[in-house]
C-alpha cells in the first residue's frame, strides 16, 4: 500500500485508508461502473456502445442517480460510511447538518432513509461523473462513494485504486455485508484500527491508592488468528486480557478482564487527527484497589517504534513523582506531564441518599 498522509476526519480514506494528491479514477473502477448491471440497465442499450468519454451530460447525470441511490442504501445498511467521513468529508456533513437543523450524525442518516424513492441524495454529481472519463482529477471522498457503490470490500478499496489489469468480481462482496460487533461497531473500523494501531505501548497512568506514583506497563494491540484484534497487559501485579471493539465519533474502544480478578475495565482513547499517532491520550473506567469503588483513571499510551517479540514480558515498573531524570526520555515526558496535571484521577463515593449529598 502507498505510504501516504491521512487525516483522520478531514482527509480520511480508504482504511480512517490514504490520501491521494491529484488522482485519477483507475481502469478498474471505471471498468466495474461501466459494466454494472445497474447502469447498463439504466442507460439501455443505445448507449452501450458508445465510448463513455462521448457521453452527454444527460447520460452521465443518469448514471449518477443510479449510484447516489445505492450509495444511500450502502450508508443506511453501515453508518461507517458517514461516521468516518469515508463518503461524506467533515465540512459537507456539518453543512448538511446545519442546513438540516440536525445535531448528530444519526439524525442525518435517519434523514436518508426516510428520503423515499425519488428523492435522492447527491454523494456524487453527473458533471463530477464526466470530468473522471475526461482524464480529470478525482477526490478521494467521491472514489470512495463509488466503492461504496461497487460494494467493494473495505479491506480492498486501496487494491481496487491501482490498475491491475486483473478480472473484476462480481458485486457478491459489501462493507455493509460485514458481520457487525456485538456492540454496533463495524469492521471497517476494525479494518482501519489493523491498518494504523496495532503494535507494542506503553501504558502510563497515576495509582488511585493515594501514593501518587505511576504506572508504566506494557500494553498490546495485536491480531489474533480469528481477525479480532486483543490487548494484553499486566497491572499493578494483575493480568488483562481484552478485546479492540472498533471507532465511533474518533474513539478508540477497548474492553479488557482482569485475569486474576473479578473486575473489567474499559478504554476510550481518543485519536484526533492523527493515522499513525505516537502518544494516544484517554480514559479508563475501572474499581480502586482499596475500597472497591468505581474510578476513572487518565491513561496515555506511548507507541514503541519497534514490535520487540518479548515485549509482554516486559515488567511494569512503579514511577514515583519525585523521581528526577537526567536526560529527556519518554517516560521523562510522560511522568513530567502526568505530574503536572491535577485531574488523573476521578473517584467516586458509594451510595447515598439526597440529604447526605447535600453534605458532602
Known amino acids: 500500500m502507498k505510504n501516504l498522509v491521512l487525516n483522520y476526519f478531514s482527509f480520511l480514506v480508504f482504511s480512517f485508508s490514504f490520501l491521494i494528491n491529484a488522482m485519477q479514477l483507475s481502469t478498474k473502477i471505471k471498468k466495474a461502473i461501466q459494466e454494472h448491471p445497474e447502469v447498463v440497465k439504466a442507460l439501455k442499450s443505445k448507449s452501450r456502445e458508445q465510448s463513455w468519454n462521448r457521453f452527454t451530460r444527460t ?50 442518516i435517519k434523514y436518508l432513509g426516510n428520503l423515499g424513492e425519488y428523492r435522492i441524495f447527491n454523494w456524487i454529481s453527473g458533471k463530477t461523473l464526466q470530468s473522471y472519463w475526461n482524464n480529470g482529477d478525482a477526490k478521494y471522498i467521491k472514489v470512495n462513494a463509488l466503492l461504496a457503490f461497487l460494494q467493494a470490500p473495505f479491506d480492498e478499496w486501496d487494491v481496487w485504486q491501482k ?12 462493507l455493509s455485508k460485514l458481520p457487525f460487533s456485538g456492540t454496533g461497531l463495524s469492521k ?63 474513539c478508540l474502544y477497548i474492553n479488557c478482564q482482569n485475569l486474576d480478578f473479578e473486575e473489567m475495565e474499559q478504554y476510550v482513547f481518543n485519536i484526533g487527527l492523527e493515522t499513525k499517532p505516537q502518544v494516544l491520550f484517554g480514559v479508563s473506567t475501572t474499581v480502586s484497589v482499596k475500597n472497591r469503588q468505581a474510578v476513572a483513571l487518565k491513561n496515555i499510551l506511548v507507541k514503541q517504534k519497534t ?26 515526558i510522560v511522568v513530567t506531564h502526568l505530574k503536572k496535571q491535577s485531574n488523573n484521577i476521578i473517584i467516586t463515593p458509594g451510595c447515598c441518599n439526597v440529604k447526605d449529598l447535600e453534605e458532602m
Open 188 to 250: 471497517s473500523s476494525i479494518a482501519i484500527v489493523k491498518s494504523y494501531y496495532l503494535g507494542n505501548y506503553f501504558l502510563y497512568y497515576q495509582k488511585t491508592d493515594g501514593s501518587r506514583n505511576i504506572i508504566k506497563t506494557p500494553f498490546i494491540l495485536k491480531e489474533h488468528e480469528s481477525g479480532q484484534i486483543i490487548v494484553k497487559s499486566v497491572s499493578e501485579g494483575h493480568r488483562y486480557s481484552g478485546k479492540v471493539m472498533g471507532i465511533r465519533d474518533g
Open 307 to 332: 514490535d520487540k517479540p518479548n515485549f509482554e514480558n516486559i515488567a511494569e515498573i512503579e514511577i514515583p513523582f519525585n523521581k528526577k531524570y537526567s536526560m529527556q526520555s519518554e517516560e521523562a
Open 59 to 108: 447520460q452521465f447525470n443518469l448514471v449518477a442517480r443510479v449510484i447516489n441511490k445505492h450509495v444511500t442504501k450502502e450508508v443506511l445498511a453501515n453508518h461507517d460510511l458517514v461516521e468516518l467521513h469515508l463518503i461524506i468529508g467533515k465540512h459537507n456533513l456539518d453543512t448538511q447538518l446545519f442546513n438540516l437543523r440536525m445535531t448528530h450524525v444519526y439524525d442525518f
Open 163 to 174: 490498475d491491475s489489469g486483473k478480472s473484476i468480481e462480481q458485486y457478491s462482496s459489501s
